[in-house]
C-alpha cells in the first residue's frame, strides 16, 4: 500500500520569508513517480512538479525547489522568499508506474497562509 | 492548451436523487480517473478508467458508483442514490499512456441536501 505523511497541517509566514513544506511517503515499489499540487482558494488542482524514483537531482524552478532523498522517503517543497499568492493547500502525491497503479495516492495536504 | 473540462461546476441535490457529473478528458489521453475531496481533506481515489472498462477502484467506490464513457469524448460519473456524506468537490483527470502527468479539471462540487 502506498501512504504519504505531510505532517505540517498549517504554515504561517511573512512574506518573503523561506518556507519548506515536508512530505514523507510509503511504498513498496522500487519505482514510483513523486508530484506536487497547489491547490488555491478556487478550488483547482494545479500541478506544480513531477520525480521519477530514479532522479534524486534537485531541482529549481524560479523560487521554487525541490529536495529528494529516497534514503529517508522524502519529497521536500521549499519556496523562496514567499509572496502572498503562494497562499495555498499544498499537496504530496505518489502513484505507481505500472498500468495498474497509475492512481494517485495524496497526503492530507498542508495550508500555507504568506501574510504580506 | 488542451484540457480537461467538467460540468456542472456546482451541483445541488437531494438525498437518495441520482447525479451525473461530467468530463470531458483531453482528446488525445487514453487513462480516465475521478477523484474526491470532502471540504478541507485530502484528495482521494475513486476509480481509473482504460480501454473502456474499470482499471481500478477503491473501497470508496461502491455499488451506488458507476462510470462511463458513453461517447469519444465524455467521461460520467454518475451516483445513483445521493447521500449527505457524498458532498464533497469530484475531479476528474486524464493522461495519455506516455506520460505519468495527470490532468485535473476544476472539479464539480456536489452539495447533497
Known amino acids: 500500500a502506498q501512504k504519504v505523511t505531510q505532517a505540517q497541517t498549517e504554515i504561517s509566514v511573512v512574506e518573503k520569508e523561506d518556507v519548506t513544506l515536508d512530505c514523507v511517503y510509503e511504498?513498496?515499489?522500487?519505482?514510483?513517480?513523486l508530484f506536487w499540487y497547489k491547490q488555491p482558494p478556487s478550488g483547482e488542482l494545479v500541478f506544480l512538479i513531477r520525480?521519477?524514483?530514479?532522479?534524486?537531482q534537485n531541482e529549481i524552478s524560479g523560487r521554487y525547489s525541490w529536495n529528494f532523498q529516497k534514503s529517508t522517503s522524502s519529497f521536500n517543497f521549499t519556496i523562496t522568499a514567499s509572496q502572498v499568492v503562494d497562499s495555498a493547500v499544498y499537496f504530496c502525491?505518489?502513484?505507481?508506474?505500472?498500468?495498474?497503479?497509475?492512481?494517485?495516492?495524496f497526503g492530507k495536504g498542508t495550508l500555507l497562509t504568506v501574510n504580506p | 492548451e488542451p484540457e480537461v473540462t467538467q460540468t456542472p461546476s456546482h451541483q445541488v441535490t437531494q438525498m437518495g436523487q441520482e447525479v451525473i457529473l461530467r468530463c470531458v478528458p483531453i482528446?488525445?489521453?487514453?487513462?480516465f480517473y475521478w477523484y474526491r475531496q470532502i471540504l478541507g481533506q485530502k484528495v482521494e481515489f475513486l476509480v481509473s478508467?482504460?480501454?473502456?472498462?474499470?482499471?481500478?477502484k477503491s473501497e470508496i467506490f461502491d455499488d451506488q458508483f458507476s462510470v462511463e464513457r458513453p461517447d469519444g469524448s465524455n467521461f460520467t460519473l454518475k451516483i445513483r442514490s445521493t447521500k449527505l456524506e457524498d458532498s464533497a468537490m469530484y475531479f476528474c483527470?486524464?493522461?495519455?499512456?506516455?506520460?505519468?502527468?495527470?490532468?485535473f479539471g476544476p472539479g464539480t462540487r456536489l452539495t447533497v441536501l
Open positions: 520525480r521519477n524514483s530514479f532522479d534524486e
Open positions: 511504498t513498496r515499489d522500487t519505482t514510483y513517480y
Open positions: 478508467f482504460y480501454n473502456n472498462e474499470i482499471s481500478e
Open positions: 483527470a486524464s493522461k495519455t499512456s506516455g506520460s505519468e502527468e495527470q490532468f
Open positions: 502525491a505518489l502513484s505507481g508506474v505500472l498500468a495498474s497503479n497509475y492512481k494517485l495516492t
Open positions: 482528446s488525445n489521453h487514453l487513462y
